[in-house]
């Protein structure tokens, strides 16, 4: 049997304290946990940064260290500091380091790093290698030099290789959700298809149990099947909380696609052994004939400035589209004329959002919505480009009329300066596998000691 202790679903989503002594205490045989994902879309791979606050996430880091010294098992964070470059994994490494001088811990730290280089998949582009996704964009050959990032996301062997340098802690750069669980199952022998059907149960934690808030469960592989347990308090899995998992981030509720195969879980049977744990079986791992990692990558796509307003006048309230609509068109037509570009050259949303923003629950009781928030996007080539935009769509979103001859209205405006420089856009490029003949072939794995201060 092999063990694995979960004690959230990503690192800086925190954790139950109480429930991770129990999990230290139930002897794990390793500690494994998600660093981030795509989910807050592509500007964080984009930026090669973490979404979440270094100190927030060092303190959370730090108990991690602490209970992975006390158990005396290897700790695995994959897709490190949310994005997975090989900036975010240095990010992590830099805190590990940090923590392992305050705690007085002597730590070996395995590296595993996913960036990719634009050449070299040009080459492999340019041989055949590279394959859409459904739903993947259109590429060229010129796609991976305009990435500003480009990441290949690890499975179970690239884990495995890493857990074989002996290591006490892995930082790894992209990853499946599932690989850092599946991986020491599978090194170990245990069921192939439980061990994916578990890991994907257990990715995101006590997600797959009530209060989900809780974090930390157990994950129990063995040669038949998987058994999870939460351990907060209040924290039950049931059949249908651990079923309905497999609907999550996946498109087929039966079949999911890792590098090297696919988990078919048709014939999953799930039985509630008590009232907190649940026991699975049934599950299969279907290998494919060539090995695949999957690519992700994120290009700019321009600059923006945002404007926001709020809008109380009831009757603007109430035509707040027609009005919407009319700002952009005069707007643009005014962008053309003064700054002489092309329609195609930038772009002015309007859209309108939010209620009671400028009174909250000082709001009196009445119809809704009283009020309506107009935010104004600017999209261009440049920053500066799009400031300049920003700051003609200004009055229009202070003053301008439902009507050309009626008195002229004021908006609010919460900040000021109105305009705010949100900076360069990023876009998903990738979403394409790469064909690999060996499966380390597009990851670089590297084993560095930080040795506490006498």
Not at 80 to 105: F, H, K, N, P, Y
Not at 319 to 335: F, G, L, S, T, Y
């Amino acid at each position: 049997m092999v063990r694995v202790l979960i004690p959230s679903g990503a690192l800086g989503l925190n954790y139950d304290k109480v429930a991770l002594e129990r999990g230290i205490a139930a002897k794990p045989d390793i500690i494994a946990i998600d660093g981030g994902s795509t989910d807050s879309g592509p500007a964080y791979l984009g930026q090669g940064v973490s979404k979440y606050a270094r100190e927030s996430t060092k303190r959370e880091w730090k108990g991690l260290m602490e209970a992975r010294a006390k158990a005396g098992v290897p700790l695995v964070l994959g897709t490190s500091g949310t994005c997975g470059t090989d900036s975010a994994v240095e990010w992590m490494l830099d805190m590990t380091r940090a923590i392992a001088d305050e705690l007085g811990q002597s730590v070996k730290i395995a590296v595993l790093r996913c960036s990719q280089n634009a050449e070299r998949l040009r080459s492999s582009f340019s041989r055949n290698r590279i394959a859409p996704l459904s739903g993947a964009p259109d590429i060229t050959i010129d796609t991976f030099s305009a990435c500003t990032n480009i990441v290949a996301l690890a499975g179970a062997e690239q884990i495995n290789a890493a857990l074989q340098t002996g290591a006490d802690i892995i930082l790894a750069g992209r990853t499946t959700d599932t690989a850092i669980i599946a991986a020491l199952p599978l090194a170990r022998g245990c069921h192939a298809g439980a061990a994916w059907h578990g890991a994907k149960i257990g990715e995101c934690g006590a997600l797959c149990a009530s209060n989900p808030q809780s974090g930390v469960i157990l994950v129990d592989f063995d040669e038949a099947g998987f058994t999870i347990t939460p351990l907060a308090d209040g924290a039950h899995a049931t059949p249908h909380t651990v079923s309905a998992h497999m609907l999550y981030e996946n498109s087929d509720p039966f079949i999911l696609y890792e590098p090297g195969g696919h988990l078919d879980v048709t014939g999953a049977e799930y039985t509630a052994l008590d009232d907190t744990r649940v026991r699975v079986v049934g599950s299969k791992w279907v290998p494919s004939d060539r090995y695949t990692v999957k690519l992700e990558g994120t290009v700019i796509e321009g600059y923006q400035s945002v404007l926001l307003s709020t809008i109380r006048d009831p009757r603007y309230v109430q035509n707040a589209p027609a009005w919407a609509a009319d700002v952009q068109a005069e707007c643009r037509a005014k962008v053309m004329d003064r700054l002489e570009l092309q329609s195609e050259n930038f772009q002015i949303e309007v859209r309108l959002i939010g209620i009671d923003a400028t009174l909250g629950g000082l709001e009196a009781d009445g119809p809704r919505p009283r009020e309506v928030g107009a935010m104004g996007i600017v999209t261009a080539a440049t920053q500066e480009l799009a400031s300049d935009i920003a700051k003609i769509l200004d009055p229009y979103l202070l003053h301008h009329p439902l009507t050309p001859d009626e008195e002229q209205p004021s908006f609010a405006f919460p900040f000021s300066p109105v305009e705010l420089r949100r900076g360069a856009l990023y876009n998903f490029a990738l979403n394409h596998v790469l064909t690999l003949e060996d499966p380390m072939d597009a990851f670089s794995l590297e084993v560095v000691h930080s040795v506490a201060n006498p």
